[in-house]
C-alpha cells in the first residue's frame, strides 16, 4: 500500500475519484473499513506519512507568495493533497531538480521537501533564489543516513567482500510486493 499523501496525490492525478481510495489502518479489523469499500477500491492507501513532507501547510504557501510575489510553488507528491493542491507544481525530488534546472530566466522558488536537496539547489544554482517552505527547517534523519561517508563504508565492504547490512526478504512478502511495484511501475499518469 502506497503512503496515503503520496498514494492519494498519484492516484487524484491519474483520475480515480477520492471515494475509491480508502485508508487501511493495521490497527482495526479490516482495516477500519469494510468489503465493500475495499471491493470497489482502486488504490488502498497506508495509514502512514513522511514526517517531513507533512509538515508543509497551505499556509506555508501562502507566506511564501505573500512575501514573493511571482514565487514558483513546487512541493513533493508525499505532502498532503491540499498543500500539493495549492502549489504551483509537485513532483518527485527528480523532477523538482529537473525543474530548477530548466528554468532559464532567474526565478524564486518555494520547495516544499527535505532541507538537504533544498540547500544543495540553492548552492547549485545561485542565479535563482531558492528556500524552504518550511522555516523550521526540519531535516529527515532518515534520508540523512545516506551520507558519502556511509556510502563508501558499504563500498569498501564490498570490495573486501563483505556485504554490509544485507536485507533479505523471504518469498512469501517479496513475490507479492514485486507484482504490486511492477504494477506501480506501468501505471501511466494521465497527460498534462
Sequence with gaps: FPDQHL???????MGVPLEQMPMWNPNRPLGGTDEGTLDAARVILWHGFCSVHRRFTVDQIDKARAKHPGVR???????PMAVVDAAD?????????????????????????????????AAEH????????DPVV???STMYRIHPGYLAWTLEGLVAGR???????PAEV?????????RMLAAKPPAA
Design 138 to 140: 526540519c531535516p529527515c
Design 89 to 121: 507544481e509537485s513532483g518527485s525530488t527528480d523532477y523538482i531538480r529537473k525543474a530548477i534546472q530548466a528554468a532559464a530566466e532567474p526565478t524564486t522558488f518555494a520547495i516544499g521537501t527535505e532541507i538537504n536537496l533544498v540547500q544543495r539547489l
Design 163 to 169: 556485504v554490509e547490512n544485507r536485507i533479505t526478504v
Design 174 to 182: 517479496a513475490d507479492p510486493a514485486r507484482v504490486a511495484l511492477e
Design 73 to 79: 510553488v513546487i512541493v513533493h507528491p508525499e505532502c
Design 7 to 13: 498514494g492519494r496525490n498519484t492516484a487524484k492525478a
Design 126 to 133: 545561485p542565479q535563482h533564489t531558492i528556500f524552504c517552505l
